[in-house]
């Protein structure tokens, strides 16, 4: 099974930046469960001058289907409407887009 690395941005809300660090100490262990049973691993937020960095590692065979049945879960879309507020999408977001794909261009093993 391959490994792919997904890197993604989004501005957070300055007047949420508290709330969300918040929410981020401890994120709810279903949240993490759905993450975990569907791939996910090595999962980084980062913040620098407004803008959240995410870097996870998917090891699965159809990252689509798997970020789907992520989307689906309750307790994932109760997150959502927590941590969602206190987002928005980047400037050069395409329309619909939340968290912007970011180009790997490089990459050491």
């Known amino acids: 099974m391959s490994v792919t690395r997904v890197a993604s941005v989004i501005r957070l809300r300055a007047e ?3 709330e969300y660090r918040t929410l981020h100490k401890e994120v709810w262990p279903g949240v993490l ?5 569907n791939g996910v691993t090595n999962f980084s937020i980062f913040l620098r001058d407004g803008t959240l960095f995410s870097y996870l590692e998917y090891q699965g065979e159809d990252f ?3 970020m ?6 309750e307790t994932t879309k109760e997150w959502w409407k927590l941590t969602d507020p206190c987002q928005q999408p980047v400037d050069s977001a395409i329309e619909l887009e939340w968290w912007a794909p970011a180009e790997e261009l490089f990459h050491l093993d």
């Open 16 to 18: 949420k930046e508290t």
């Open 64 to 66: 689509e289907e798997s």
């Open 68 to 73: 789907a049945r992520i989307a689906a879960d």
């Open 33 to 37: 469960t759905t993450l975990r049973q």
